[in-house]
């Protein structure tokens, strides 16, 4: 009989070990994993699986169907990217913000919605929550309930997918058992998950878009990058000819000649540095991109934050790829 892991999803066999789903042929009988995501699950021990799958195409399928959606995007990672996918979206379908909590406390729900609202154009129910948290999960079920059908939940990697069906299903009293890591493509295929006896959830492989810095760095600085509790916003203001260096992985040059404030909003475990252009030449070689903005603008990293800049300035931003850097109105 085929067996599938319950924490990804991946047929089981013990035949090819770098291949989804593998365990050892001794433990196939009583596994309920599969080896990948049991390391996962008690040593925190992460290998990659790399999973291409047409996700525009899952998603018309989907809505072609009688079923519902459920997007998940990452409240941190909101970038003008997201607009292709919630144009497949309709009134019925769900457009959830995770990880409130990472964000400040001060940045309110009602203000949240509205700005996506605004700069999204969606007709869809919008919520905030935090998985984490269990925050609005509950709220979240009672609506669910009272249009009960299939959901498929879908979006990026590392949206919090697995997380919030795991919170969702414990919010009912019952044990969650998806494998959740901040290992891209976690979920190998689809999970259905049956909450009652009209209403199921539908985990799905999350996608990682090509503008996203999780393509160009390893899978410890994927961990070493992601937040794990609310930001403290780090505010930097640079005069002009003076740089920013954040870690290894982004600068942002002032070349403009007014002095600005940087408002970062990431990991605040990561290492900031301030220093004169002239003086230091790290990271100069990678790609680069020049940008002005007026002061109702955030620039977006993606993978890896925002950044506001609540004034007119000019720099040059050198990260990984110039396609992660967007722009996009002021959330915050």
């Known amino acids: 009989m085929n067996k599938k892991c319950i ?64 997007y998940l995007i990452d409240l941190l990672n909101l970038s003008n990217i997201n607009k292709e996918y919630i144009s497949y979206l309709e009134e019925d ?108 959830i539908i985990d799905t492989p999350g996608f990682i878009e090509k503008n996203s810095i999780y393509n160009y760095i390893t899978i410890d600085k994927i961990k070493e990058i992601i937040p ?18 954040v870690s290894d992985l982004l600068r942002i040059d002032n070349v403009g000649k007014d002095k600005i404030s940087l408002i970062f909003y990431m990991n605040n475990n990561m290492k900031f540095q301030k220093v004169k252009i002239s003086t230091k030449d790290d990271l100069k070689s990678l790609p680069k991109k020049n940008i002005i903005v007026d002061g109702k603008t955030d620039v977006v990293i993606n993978g890896l934050g925002f950044i506001k800049i609540p004034s007119k300035a000019n720099i040059v931003i050198y990260t990984l790829d110039e396609d992660i850097i967007s722009l996009r109105n002021k959330m915050i």
């Open 7 to 70: 924490g990804c999803g991946a047929l089981l066999q013990y035949t090819y070990p770098s291949m989804e789903g593998y365990v050892k042929k001794e433990v196939y009988e009583k596994s309920k994993y599969c080896e990948r995501c049991f390391k996962i699950k008690h040593y925190g021990k992460l290998d990659v699986i790399e999973i291409k799958k047409d996700f525009l195409s899952m998603i018309k399928n989907i809505r072609n169907s009688q079923c519902g959606i459920i």
């Open 93 to 200: 379908d769900i457009i959830l913000l995770t990880k409130k909590d990472i964000l400040p406390k001060s940045v309110k729900d009602k203000k949240i919605v509205k700005y996506f609202k605004e700069n999204f154009k969606t007709k869809s129910n919008v919520a905030v929550i935090s998985s984490v948290k269990k925050y609005n999960i509950d709220l979240l079920f009672k609506q669910l309930d009272k249009n009960p059908k299939t959901y498929y939940v879908v979006g990026q990697t590392n949206s919090g997918k697995s997380t919030f069906i795991n919170a969702l299903v414990s919010s009912i009293g019952r044990s969650g058992n998806i494998t959740t890591s901040v290992l891209p493509n976690t979920t190998t295929e689809y999970i259905k998950i049956q909450i009652n006896n009209k209403l199921s």
């Open 228 to 245: 794990k509790k609310e930001i403290k916003p780090k505010i930097l203001q640079t005069k002009s000819g003076f740089t920013v260096i």
